[in-house]
């Protein structure tokens, strides 16, 4: 099993910007990659960008130009720098992880998330 705990949401205002960080622990054999989702009520949970262990990236059109996903393997921790919030951009953060680690008493590769963290642009 694998725990994700993402930090660094809050309130900014248009045209801001702010980092979440989402750090992963467990006992973790290997992270295939990491990610980001964002989900606002009534709308369907998104992929905002995700990043493989050898850093290969990938956007969302919305995010492509102003958000920068990055990591750290040795720490298993993924970022996400966004910058020029719009309002639109308000939604809850959720952090994603393919990973390899023990569960149930044996290991797996799964789908992992967290708990998510909001993210509020308004003025």
């Known amino acids: 099993q694998v725990q994700l705990v993402e930090s660094g949401g809050g309130l900014v205002q248009p045209g801001g910007s702010l980092r979440v960080s989402c750090a992963a622990s467990g006992v973790i054999f290997s992270i295939h990659a990491m990610g980001w989702y964002r989900q606002v009520p009534g709308k369907q949970r998104e992929l905002v960008a995700d990043?493989?262990?050898?850093?290969?990236?990938n956007y969302a059109d919305f995010a492509k130009g102003r958000f920068t996903i990055s990591r750290d393997n040795a720490k298993n921790t993924v970022y996400l720098q966004m910058n020029s919030l719009k309002p639109d951009d308000t939604a809850v953060y959720y952090c994603?992880?393919?990973?390899?680690?023990?569960?149930?008493?044996?290991?797996?590769?799964?789908?992992?998330w967290g708990q998510g963290t909001q993210v509020t642009v308004s003025s």
């Open positions: 990043i493989t262990s050898e850093g290969n990236t």
């Open positions: 994603t992880a393919d990973a390899v680690a023990t569960y149930a008493g044996g290991i797996k590769r799964d789908h992992y």
